[in-house]
């Protein structure tokens, strides 16, 4: 079922005898509310909508949603409910709920393959054993799976879990605990009668302190956490810009804490650690509801993820500095001369070096030029039919004063466009600039999650369900059953601004 009602659309030669005929009063490049279910059924807007079965919401392009409902004559089902409704037809067509319990097909797929290769199993064939050896090569640099260390680790992972089973774990406990809940990251759930509430336990932690009869509950035994260096290093480079700092406090957002605030400029800065603020610790909302928070107080809060303060120390400094006024170099835009850039390189180096997003590819590359150096950058990119601003920032530790503005202009007045997009971050940015540029706010999406691998945030869309199911031996059905078995967890953002200009 679709949850937006209305969509937005801008009339194109193209789709208003379309929307005429459905009965809209539209013109070409005049924006039009219309229902989401009467947009063309290529429409490449992205909307939001929910399993019929489950209720579980999630979002595409809406000529997928078009095809999921075979035209919105059917009802969408999930993965997993899809699964469900094709085993329960089955079962109710055949009298079994796979098709390879079907004597006749499993027949008719054996003599195939005696007829093609002369085996009754593929995998017995040369042909998958050559695949298989060179997939392997190829992962993980052995002609067998099996022999990869990886592999290895992911196999003992699966055997710890086996071991740490809920109802064995309870097996163990006294009478007073009772488990309540386990998920994949080896987190447990337990009640304890002696403090009447409930409380977390990593396996680990929990079968140390039953060997060493120590007491479980976390809540009467707390489990000692310590600082760590990242966030001292932050709290040291803050306390030395000469500006009053509160550290620690509850008493701005209670019952929550804030790491650090700067009260002379209603600016919070929070810092993340990628173990200890991931889904294991904190739930989905958390870093989104410490930001509204202090949004509804006036206070900007900017969130520094451990790797990025790790791998990416200059450009936070640098953003920090631009928020507190403390830059001292200054160049005026009026004073540089744009210029459009074609050489790649020179753009991946410069939004590596001075953007905390770093390079995307883009069409349009448009610099401000100080003294002939690169000093500002910002580029677009047209995807899915619609002019997106990707990236604009200026070289670390310098601020161009009117660098968006001007760069901004020349890009509208030379490319005509009807509308532009953008994204902006939740957890870096608020906003400001785009007002300043006369976008409006178009929408927020959910909070956004990357997945924690060797201790570095990574974008969720390099393990897509359909990728990670190329791992062999990987279990799991979804792209998150996959990826907790592999050991792996997710740190939740703040989600995006959905930013909009229009002529």
Not at 305 to 322: A, G
Request: net charge positive; with cysteine; glycine share 4%.
């Amino acid at each position: 079922m679709i949850l937006d009602k209305y969509t937005y659309i801008i009339g194109h030669s193209r789709n208003v005898k379309y929307y005429r005929k459905l009965g809209y009063d539209i013109s070409v490049r005049e924006r039009v509310k219309v229902e989401t279910t009467h947009l063309t059924p290529g429409s490449t807007f992205i909307v939001n909508y929910k399993c019929d079965e489950c209720g579980l919401e999630t979002k595409s392009q809406f000529r997928e949603y078009y095809s999921y409902t075979n035209g919105l004559t059917e009802n969408y089902y999930c993965a997993s409910c899809n699964k469900i409704k094709f085993r329960n037809n089955f079962m109710k067509n055949h009298g079994v709920d796979n098709p390879m319990k079907v004597k006749s097909i499993k027949d008719k797929l054996r003599n195939t393959l005696l007829e093609r290769y002369n085996v009754d199993h593929y995998s017995k064939t040369e042909e998958y054993k050559e695949k298989y050896r060179n997939t392997c090569y190829e992962k993980w640099g052995v002609d067998n799976a099996s022999k990869s260390e990886k592999v290895k680790k992911i196999i003992s992972d699966i055997k710890f879990k086996e071991h740490n089973l809920p109802s064995k774990i309870s097996k163990k406990l006294d009478s007073d605990y009772k488990v309540m809940d386990y998920s994949n990251d080896r987190n447990f759930t337990i009640y304890h009668d002696v403090c009447e509430s409930n409380f977390e336990i990593f396996a680990g932690t929990l079968n140390d302190r039953l060997r060493n009869n120590n007491i479980i509950c976390t809540n009467c035994n707390p489990v000692e956490t310590t600082t760590s260096s990242g966030e001292i290093e932050l709290r040291d480079f803050i306390s030395g810009l000469n500006i009053k700092v509160i550290q620690n406090s509850y008493s701005i957002i209670p019952p929550l804490s804030l790491d650090i605030f700067l009260p002379e400029l209603n600016l919070a800065i929070e810092f993340n650690g990628v173990y200890w603020h991931s889904e294991i610790h904190k739930d989905k909302n958390y870093h989104l509801n410490k930001t509204k928070l202090c949004s509804e107080l006036g206070i900007n809060l900017l969130h520094v993820w451990e790797d990025d303060w790790r791998d990416k120390r200059d450009i936070v400094e640098s953003m920090i500095l631009n928020k507190v006024l403390s830059i001292s170099n200054k160049i005026y835009a009026r004073k540089c001369e744009i210029k459009e850039i074609s050489n790649v390189k020179l753009v991946k180096d410069f939004l590596n070096k001075n953007h905390i997003q770093g390079y995307s590819s883009t069409k349009y590359k448009i610099g401000l030029y100080y003294n002939d150096e690169l000093v500002s950058l910002m580029t677009f990119s047209k995807k899915r039919k619609v002019m997106e601003l990707v990236r604009f920032c200026s070289k670390l530790g310098t601020n161009v004063i009117g660098g968006a503005s001007k760069l901004f202009k020349y890009f509208i007045r030379k490319y005509e466009y009807d509308y532009i997009v953008s994204y902006s971050d939740i957890s870096f940015f608020n906003g400001v600039l785009y007002e300043r540029l006369n976008f409006n706010l178009n929408g927020v999406t959910p909070p956004n999650y990357w997945w924690v691998i060797d201790k570095t945030r990574k974008h969720r869309f390099n393990y897509r369900k359909q990728e990670l199911l190329k791992i062999p031996g990987v279990i799991g059905s979804t792209e998150s059953e996959i990826m907790h078995n592999l050991g792996n967890y997710r740190i939740w953002g703040c989600g995006l601004k959905r930013w909009v200009w229009e002529r």
